[in-house]
């Protein structure tokens, strides 16, 4: 397992996404033979008036398919068939889960050799990881790139214990006439978005995409849902989605 600590600049992150998403991710809409069987979201690179007929006629096909059921691993949700950058994002390259602590037999070789799974970002704190480490995946490397500076949040009281993320559905109900409780949610998107830590965490989330040239990545967090959304839309913001 490798921690990121390295900083990023995010300035220059979108134009390199696009241009990965060119060699990587569209595929030539003029080759039709290329599709694979009849499933519309693998075409890859219409012109913008395509993507938008596509979106305007296949939308409710792609959100049909973009749910994904596994036998143990909730919350997974794959970002292909989405209009981006004037192309289509091809499925199974962009995957969005829940903690993969979890996952069974199946489900690891299902990402292994159905997605050819490369890289795994876990949004989770070191704590968090620590309780409920990841299923390896063979051939996919694990990398810890915590969105929240738990460090921080200690040096002023405010850290949310590990257990309350590990069993976020039944904290919430525990929790949620706790003032400090209360507090930490109303802060938890804000500070996502706007503090520099999470900033350039999420820099080099994108940063490390473009260094995955085949197969799949997939990011989480403990429940697949606040990290792990904000990380898909600044994915999807740095991929030119509408």
């Not at 051939?139 to 929240?148: F, W």
């Not at 900033?199 to 967090?221: K, R, S």
């Amino acid at each position: 397992m490798r921690i990121q600590k390295k900083v990023f600049n995010f300035a220059p992150v979108k134009g390199k996404m696009l241009e990965w998403l060119k060699r990587h991710v569209w595929k030539a809409c003029d080759r039709p033979k290329r599709f694979q069987g009849s499933n519309p979201c693998l075409s890859a690179r219409p012109c913008r008036m395509t993507a938008r007929l596509f979106c305007f006629y296949f939308r409710p096909f792609c959100r049909i398919f973009a749910i994904m059921q596994f036998d143990s691993i909730v919350n997974v949700r794959d970002l292909g068939g989405l209009p981006a950058g004037g192309g289509i994002i091809r499925p199974g390259r962009l995957l969005r889960t829940a903690h993969l602590a979890e996952a069974s037999d199946a489900d690891v070789r299902r990402l292994a050799e159905e997605y050819h799974l490369r890289k795994i970002f876990d949004f989770r704190t070191l704590s968090e990881a620590s309780a409920m480490p990841d299923r390896e995946i063979p051939g996919a490397e694990h990398i810890l790139l915590p969105t929240l500076d738990q460090e921080a949040e200690r040096a002023t009281g405010d850290a949310v214990p590990a257990e309350t993320w590990l069993d976020l559905p039944r904290q919430i109900v525990r929790l949620s006439f706790e003032e400090m409780f209360q507090r930490k949610a109303r802060e938890l998107y804000p500070s996502l978005v706007l503090s520099e830590f999470s900033q350039l965490q999420y820099a080099a989330f994108l940063n490390m995409i473009l260094e995955t040239p085949d197969g799949a990545v997939l990011w989480h967090c403990s429940q697949g849902k606040d990290r792990t959304g904000i990380g898909a839309a600044f994915l999807l913001g740095a991929l030119g989605a509408d």
